[in-house]
């Protein structure tokens, strides 16, 4: 637990969230786990005792556990001065399950499987610098950085976190005014960077901005366009889009300095690109993970890469975190796949668990809410319970 408790402690910072504008749906009342055991009832003792508001998905092979929303999508103190903004087609004060989320940075898992499946054809080779494929990047790095180091956070790369921000905007290089240049290969990303490349992994978004220019340098296609042709049309995902369009979301909620609940700052989606630029419903990020998890994305040698992880390297793999920790009521160690994601006031948990053949995803549009997620690894917090009920009851 130590290594693992060191390994992933950083991951409770960065991360992405927000509901499905797919097929409205009904929550599904099959048994987790003992006999008579509806899902409802304790994922809703469990959002009711955190005070989670937000939606849930539970899957276990092709079959949806359940999906359901909880609690209010706009924070009781804020309902009257904001209900002449809300969609007139929903109830104001109940989630809808047609609309979107933003999946923040599980648009890094999907990005990843792109680069794999480069891999896959023998186009890209992890081992080789980013310059190979990318020769006018101006990264001090370029030469010295590998694929596979810019995929695990060790290529070195500035943290566009690390620019400057204030009360009524995130940090600078996320605002629509951003004075500087955004360019992949000159711009930000290309800058001083953060150290040499290998050692402890550094989350930042420039490695996945870079990423994604990457692609398009090999594919000869825009990202974009990529997860539309290999991921969205193939597993017919009709709400996964990028950068997504005013009015496709919820409202988002963030707290201040005094832990006061406040309406999300302007924040430029178009910024984060490849890193954390998608946006879809919660029943499509289902869909890519089973599709992820039975080889319709990626062969098996391609896949075991992907989701290759040790504790000397914090059990980061590519693009996300693989790790076996004890879950309340599990006889072993369960082994999951997770990809987080935080921009602004949304948040996102996304658990692959492939030895249960199961998917646990949930989202919020509290900001505030991120520390009461928790870490499965620390055996408390919503994602240690959602988890202990999905899978070991």
């Known amino acids: 637990m130590t290594h693992i408790g060191h390994g992933l402690r950083l991951m409770a910072r960065h991360a992405s969230a927000r509901l499905g504008r797919s097929l409205l749906v009904v929550p599904v009342a099959l048994a987790i786990g003992g006999a008579g055991t509806s899902p409802d009832v304790q994922v809703g003792k469990l959002a009711a005792e955190t005070g989670f508001e937000g939606a849930v998905l539970i899957g276990k092979g092709e079959k949806i556990l359940l999906r359901k929303a909880y609690g209010r999508a706009v924070p009781k103190e804020l309902f009257e001065l904001l209900a002449s903004k809300l969609p007139a087609a929903s109830p104001a004060d109940a989630f809808d399950l047609r609309n979107t989320w933003r999946w923040a940075s599980v648009t890094k898992q999907v990005t990843a499987v792109l680069v794999m499946q480069e891999v896959e054809a023998g186009r890209i080779d992890l081992d080789l610098p980013i310059s190979r494929y990318l020769p006018n990047f101006a990264s001090p790095n370029a030469s010295t950085a590998t694929v596979r180091q810019l995929l695990k956070h060790q290529a070195g790369l500035p943290n566009p976190d690390d620019t400057a921000a204030d009360a009524v905007s995130p940090s600078d290089f996320y605002s629509k005014g951003y004075p500087g240049s955004r360019d992949p290969l000159t711009g930000y990303c290309a800058s001083k960077p953060q150290a040499a490349p290998g050692g402890?992994?550094?989350?930042?978004?420039?490695?996945?901005?870079?990423?994604?220019?990457?692609?398009?340098?090999?594919?000869?296609?825009?990202?974009?366009?990529?997860?539309?042709?290999?991921?969205?049309?193939?597993?017919?995902?009709?709400?996964?889009d990028a950068y997504p369009r005013t009015g496709t979301l919820h409202m988002m909620f963030e707290q201040d300095e005094a832990n006061r609940v406040q309406p999300e700052r302007a924040i430029d989606m178009a910024a984060f690109e490849a890193s954390g630029g998608l946006f879809g419903s919660i029943n499509d990020l289902w869909t890519f993970d089973r599709a992820l998890m039975t080889g319709k994305l990626l062969g098996p040698k391609a896949l075991a890469e992907l989701w290759d992880s040790s504790p000397q390297q914090g059990f980061i793999a590519l693009g996300q975190w693989v790790y076996a920790v004890p879950i309340k009521g599990c006889a072993e160690p369960l082994r999951i796949v997770e990809r987080r994601g935080s921009i602004g006031g949304a948040s996102v948990r996304n658990f692959i668990l492939p030895d249960k053949d199961m998917v646990v995803i949930a989202f919020t549009n509290r900001g505030g809410f991120e520390d009461d997620f928790g870490e499965p690894w620390q055996g408390k917090g919503l994602s240690h319970d959602l988890l202990a009920a999905a899978a070991c009851q």
Not at 200 to 213: E, F, L, T
Not at 223 to 239: H, T
Request: proline share 7%; with cysteine.
């Open 200 to 240: 402890n992994w550094r989350y930042n978004n420039c490695d996945y901005i870079v990423a994604g220019a990457l692609l398009e340098a090999v594919t000869g296609k825009p990202w974009p366009q990529l997860v539309q042709d290999r991921i969205a049309k193939p597993l017919k995902l009709r709400s996964l």
